[in-house]
């Protein structure tokens, strides 16, 4: 069973940076589209950034200039650089990733458990 494990949360203060990263954990076929989502206290799911295969970025209008997805060499790790944290960055921070377990699977949509951001004024 292929999960998406996520790290890089914590606590930090206004201004500061943190970065988070999302990798399967087992080897797969490929990963296709990814993304990260967050969550605040009360508030409903939101996309935070989103990267194609093809290499387009797309961010909310909240982190855009402040944040940056990407993903390493190999492809599998997928990474959210988060600079200039506000308060209101604060919540749940979820990857999900488009991938193929094996190639000749069909493509299917995975998310990670999330981890915490918290970020303090």
């Known amino acids: 069973q292929v999960q998406l494990v996520e790290s890089g949360g914590g606590v930090v203060q206004a201004g500061g940076s943190l970065r988070l990263s999302c990798a399967p954990s087992?080897?797969?076929?490929?990963?296709?589209?990814v993304g990260w989502h967050r969550q605040a206290p009360g508030k409903q799911r939101e996309m935070v950034a989103t990267?194609?295969?093809?290499?387009?970025?797309n961010y909310s209008d909240s982190v855009k200039g402040r944040f940056t997805i990407s993903r390493d060499s190999a492809g599998n790790t997928v990474y959210l650089q988060m600079n200039s944290l506000k308060p209101e960055d604060t919540g749940a921070y979820y990857c999900?990733?488009?991938?193929?377990?094996?190639?000749?699977?069909?493509?299917?949509?995975?998310w990670g458990q999330g981890t915490q951001v918290t970020v303090s004024s």
């Open positions: 999900h990733a488009d991938l193929q377990v094996r190639s000749s699977w069909p493509r299917q949509d995975y």
């Open positions: 087992t080897s797969i076929f490929k990963i296709n589209a």
């Open positions: 990267l194609l295969s093809g290499g387009s970025a």
